[in-house]
């Protein structure tokens, strides 16, 4: 470890920024977030440092820099575009003791700046010590997924329950086991979710329980997207890998389970057509009699919960038996199967609305408004549609939706395994019968699928490689 990693206090204390370029207008803007009082010496600026000065943010001197322009100053920045400009700025601030940074030049200077993830009161910094400071911040990028914007308000909360926390438990081992039950807990949860409020409340609630009281658990009710990895969220991801309970579909890709934690219990409650692992009322007392035993339970659905997959039933389960929950949105496999398609749901010249409706047939009817799809300049979206296409076209056709209406069936979107095929309402049925598609299949209906041919743009291998998506079928 070639530099010591530190903080430094420069609230209100004096820096010198040499340069007024668009690198100078970076470093500048970072003192000025940890309130640095800032002169900037350059015979010219760029025009985005222009509104800083004249709002009196920044003392500009206009002119070349001078030796006595570090008179009483804590820390410098050389960020010119004259390396022997900048080299000079390092030797005089160096033989004065006092820190300094050149831009380009790590060496010349005595610190360098690394790239930061500000979550005031938590800051974490990343450096590569100078060697690739791109490659510093595509590691900040990915780790902006695990610190979520809520971790400041978290550390406020325990700075004012520190002193109680201490009196409460006088050996460190005590306290080191309640901060970490309450830290990956539900009063962080809270705190993630803006519910501060509750947060404090189960703060108190916690430390009067005590170090071994595991207390009431949480579910996370989680929209796995469509498939692709790459599509869930930030905080889908961080609940999912402090589950220890994790209750799946069938449509959850393997990839994205295999991202949970690998000590978690899982448990299957996948449905099929006339084919459920469990039925929805037991998976709904499942949750919650998990929750109740003090478990976080991961309730992971593919798509997004809130469509077309039953997540109101679950929570209004979960909040009748004052089971604490939050819901995270998935991308719903009409946005993300359409989107990989390469056909957009809406188009100005050809569709102003969409309609996403469920095609699943239930007493061997799909009780539909008809007229209501048959309306022209709109896209349709039918879910779980494929084993009532049949009735879908018949009812359609009758309600005066032209037969060369373009009809898309999307199988297995977003991920390595996608298959569409395109055909119209009238021969629809025969692409089914010839390329025989299988569930999971989205059905695109309306003129937007013209557009294709023109805007496809995901590719599939010919043949998946190993680990590609499939569908999560029960163990055994």
Not at 20 to 33: D, E, M, S
Not at 126 to 151: D, K, Q, Y
């Amino acid at each position: 470890m070639d530099y010591l990693p530190i903080f430094l206090d420069v609230a209100a204390k004096p820096c010198l920024v040499v340069g007024g370029g668009p690198i100078a207008l970076r470093k500048l803007n970072a003192l000025l977030r940890a309130g640095a009082s800032v002169r900037l010496v350059a015979p010219e600026v760029a025009a985005p440092l222009a509104p800083l000065i004249a709002k009196g943010q920044v003392q500009h001197v206009a002119r070349a820099f001078s030796p006595e322009d570090l008179a009483g100053v804590r820390l410098v920045v050389a960020a010119t575009d004259d390396p022997q400009v900048n080299l000079e700025v390092a030797q005089a601030a160096e033989a004065r003791g006092i820190p300094v940074n050149v831009v380009d030049q790590a060496h010349a200077g005595s610190f360098i700046m690394p790239s930061v993830i500000d979550r005031s009161p938590v800051v974490v910094a990343v450096s590569t010590e100078g060697a690739s400071p791109v490659l510093a911040r595509l590691i900040r990028t990915r780790l902006e997924s695990l610190v979520p914007a809520g971790f400041g308000r978290l550390a406020s909360l325990c700075a004012r329950y520190r002193e109680a926390v201490k009196q409460r438990f006088t050996i460190p081992a005590d306290r080191r086991r309640f901060w970490e039950r309450v830290l990956q807990g539900g009063v962080a949860e809270r705190m993630f979710a803006g519910l501060d409020e509750e947060a404090d409340a189960l703060m108190q609630s916690e430390l009067a329980a005590g170090v071994e009281s595991p207390g009431m658990g949480e579910v996370y009710l989680v929209g796995a997207g469509p498939g692709d990895p790459d599509l869930l969220t930030f905080r889908a991801l961080r609940l999912m890998q402090q589950a220890d309970v994790v209750v799946y579909d069938r449509l959850v890709a393997r990839p994205i389970l295999e991202m949970t934690r690998q000590d978690a219990e899982r448990i299957y409650v996948g449905k099929e057509r006339n084919n459920h692992a469990m039925r929805q009322e037991e998976i709904n007392a499942l949750l919650a009699a998990k929750a109740r035993e003090g478990h976080r339970v991961l309730r992971l659905k593919g798509g997004d919960p809130f469509i077309f997959g039953r997540g109101g039933e679950e929570i209004d389960t979960l909040a009748a038996q004052g089971v604490p929950f939050q819901v995270v949105p998935g991308i719903t496999a009409a946005a993300g199967c359409a989107a990989y398609a390469g056909i957009p749901l809406t188009h100005r010249d050809y569709a102003q609305s969409v309609t996403f409706v469920t095609g699943h047939l239930k007493d061997g009817t799909i009780d539909l408004n008809w007229e209501q799809l048959a309306h022209p300049h709109q896209t349709v979206v039918f879910y779980m549609g494929l084993s009532g296409l049949p009735v879908i076209r018949a009812q359609l056709l009758a309600h005066g939706v032209p037969a060369d209406m373009p009809v898309a069936l999307v199988q297995q979107g977003t991920t390595h395994m996608q298959r569409v095929f395109t055909g119209t309402l009238e021969d629809i049925l025969e692409v089914v019968e010839r390329e025989r598609p299988k569930p999971p299949t989205l059905i695109i209906l309306g003129r937007v699928v013209e557009l294709r041919e023109k805007l496809s743009w995901f590719r599939t291998p010919s043949h998946p490689a190993q680990g590609a998506t499939t569908p999560i079928l029960p163990a055994g």
